[in-house]
């Protein structure tokens, strides 16, 4: 199971919550089903397989120029929405 699958599992989240809040960030005029359907492809593609995202392409450029890229997570229970 990958990070974010992790960090979904232990917010007791889907990914439709995921592009929900998402949404709520990219497209605040969206409702939340709204932003679900714009939205929800693209975070089921990032969850399941992030390393095949944009972010996949930027971390492999980097890696390529001899730096790493490094996420920092916080607590799940310390994070915010």
């Given at each position: 199971m990958n990070t974010l699958l992790q960090l979904?599992?232990?917010?007791?989240?889907?990914?439709?919550?995921?592009?929900?809040?998402?949404?709520?960030?990219?497209?605040?005029?969206?409702?939340p089903d709204e932003a679900?359907?714009?939205y929800g492809s693209?975070?089921?593609k990032a969850v399941?397989?992030?390393?095949?995202?944009k972010h996949g392409t930027i971390k492999q450029l980097i890696e390529i120029?001899?730096?790493?890229l490094v996420?920092?997570?916080?607590r799940v229970e310390d994070m915010s929405f």
């Open positions: 979904l599992d232990e917010k007791k989240w889907n990914a439709s919550d995921l592009a929900r809040e998402y949404g709520k960030r990219e497209s605040p005029e969206l409702t679900i359907k714009k693209m975070i089921r399941n397989d992030p390393d095949r995202t120029l001899g730096g790493e996420v920092r997570v916080k």
